[in-house]
């Protein structure tokens, strides 16, 4: 049995963010949460703020899609009993403080059990989302609702459910293949939102990890899940998880994971890896390649802003010409730092992408920060072709269609980048590639081999060109050649030393404009991706 031999206030951290599964740091207004929520439920007490649902006032609040709905995140927060005059958490009551305590030992179970039983490495292929512990709960508590009288005894405390857990909990079942959630997983429960951050962290060693195989203190390894939309989907390929390690292995073949001793991510290096998969069959080519898609797929899904049938419903709406004229009347730094939140907030969605993509979170972790940052401008291009209207040549640029000459500044070098975006996400656009196929292309681009400072060359040719594959496969199968005996699948590669260019023009551009203006301060994420020397 396990014994608490430290204080709870000094376990507390082990309690994942109630609001959104993040790796909470503490009770913040009586409540344990992240960094990033404590910050926002902070801004959010300003009299200026009036936050709206987009959509219908029950938007899923979790680590990937917290930052979609303002609104519900809020709500959330205050169900969960944040406010201003919350208690502290020395000053709890007894049965407050016991409940915190029973949930340390409901999670430090999860861990400890998950450290004697030899779980296969999940790592790879991983399909849960890690649900916010006050989700985990709920859920554990039969989703009952809770009565008016534990209401009033929660409300300004740091547990996000009233019944108690007790020692019935420490036999709550986890599931080795079903809920491998853990430290190292493809939701890693460390920040890369800008609002959990700040400005000594190492970003991007806080966004990538690697290996693994044991529950870590996300506490997200609960064998129940939230039931959101996006959460069924991917408990729907529950089913492929064995096959799934089993192309991982097929794909890696047994690579080990390298170890580095970077000072930008050697905080969070974890090489407990185990490979118990004697047992599973190997699938064949056509398996693999169905799997591969199917999984890159899904990952590209839980990472867009929006669907696509939401843009094209904003492709049909009418447009609001004030707010073209406000786009258009921004001043040169305006635009750069507009643009830039913009992009950082693409680019955090690419980040939670790519740690979906099968053996990503296999390479090291020095690999992985070189991928991310010579990729993440090509692959927010390529999402850029989502929001190209090819009937208006617009780009949906939050809620507004803006035409190619709303970004246009002075500068030449920034024309010439504006010009050859909008030129490459349209000529993507008018190749209708489906979901699936725009997420390969864009597992494929990530991948790319040939990136300079990269060590693990052999695993990372390996990954891609098994994501090729599949991404030829799934062409052939729904497009037909375009002229002649040239392929979609040709075209696309043909795209990729233009995505390169645009890359590089990005880089000179942000460089330039850094040197003019030094005293502007950049997203905290988009400084560390795109470090220039101003």
Request: glycine share 6%; aromatic share 8%; proline share 4%.
């Amino acid at each position: 049995m396990f014994v608490c031999l430290l204080p709870v206030t000094a376990q507390i951290e082990i309690i994942p963010c109630k609001v959104c599964g993040d790796k909470s740091s503490g009770v913040h207004y009586g409540v344990i949460t992240c960094e990033g929520c404590k910050g926002f439920f902070r801004r959010s007490q300003s009299s200026l703020v009036n936050y709206q649902c987009p959509r219908n006032k029950n938007c899923v609040v979790d680590r990937v899609n917290r930052n979609r709905c303002q609104y519900c995140r809020l709500q959330k927060c205050l169900r969960l009993g944040m406010s201003r005059d919350a208690v502290k958490f020395g000053r709890m009551s007894k049965k407050q403080r016991e409940k915190v305590e029973d949930e340390v030992r409901f999670h430090r179970a999860q861990l400890s059990r998950a450290q004697t039983e030899t779980a296969p490495d999940s790592s790879v292929f991983d399909q849960a989302q890690t649900p916010s512990s006050s989700d985990q709960l709920h859920q554990y508590n039969g989703g009952y609702p809770y009565s008016t009288s534990d209401i009033g005894n929660y409300t300004n405390s740091p547990y996000g459910y009233s019944t108690p857990v007790g020692a019935h909990a420490l036999q709550y079942e986890i599931n080795g293949v079903d809920s491998f959630v853990d430290s190292t997983t493809a939701y890693d429960p460390r920040p890369t939102s800008l609002d959990s951050l700040t400005p000594d962290n190492g970003i991007m060693g806080n966004v990538v990890t690697t290996g693994g195989g044991a529950i870590g203190v996300s506490g997200g390894g609960a064998k129940c899940i939230s039931p959101s939309p996006g959460q069924q989907q991917a408990s729907q390929q529950a089913q492929h998880t064995q096959q799934l390690r089993a192309v991982a292995v097929k794909i890696e073949n047994d690579q080990s994971t390298e170890d580095t001793s970077s000072p930008l991510v050697s905080t969070y290096v974890d090489s407990t890896t185990s490979k118990q998969l004697d047992d599973i069959s190997i699938p064949n080519p056509a398996q693999i390649s169905e799997l591969l898609s199917k999984t890159i797929a899904d990952a590209h899904a839980r990472t867009c802003l929006y669907t696509l049938e939401h843009i094209h419903d904003m492709f049909r709406k009418q447009q609001d010409i004030s707010k073209l004229i406000y786009y258009k009347g921004l001043s040169h730094e305006e635009l750069w730092l507009e643009c830039a939140q913009k992009l950082t907030t693409v680019i955090q969605q690419i980040i939670e992408f790519a740690k979906m993509v099968p053996g990503f979170m296999k390479l090291s972790q020095d690999d992985q920060i070189v991928l991310l940052k010579a990729g993440s401008f090509e692959l927010a291009v390529i999402r850029m072709s989502r929001y190209y209207d090819l009937s208006q040549n617009c780009v949906l640029y939050a809620d507004t269609l803006l035409p190619q000459d709303a970004f246009y500044t002075q500068d030449t070098l920034e024309m010439k980048l504006v010009n050859l975006a909008f030129e490459v996400a349209r000529s993507i656009a008018e190749l209708k590639l489906t979901e699936t196929e725009l997420a390969l292309y864009s597992a494929v681009v990530l991948l790319s081999h040939d990136r300079p400072g990269l060590k693990g060359l052999a695993e990372i040719s390996r990954l891609g060109q098994a994501v090729s594959k599949a991404l030829r496969l799934e062409l052939d199968r729904n497009h037909g050649p375009i002229k002649g005996d040239v392929t979609v699948y040709d075209a696309l590669l043909a795209k990729v030393p233009s995505l390169r260019e645009l890359s590089m023009l990005h880089m000179e551009a942000l460089a330039k404009f850094k040197r003019s203006a030094p005293h502007l301060e950049f997203p905290a994420l988009h400084k560390e991706l795109f470090s220039v020397d101003s």
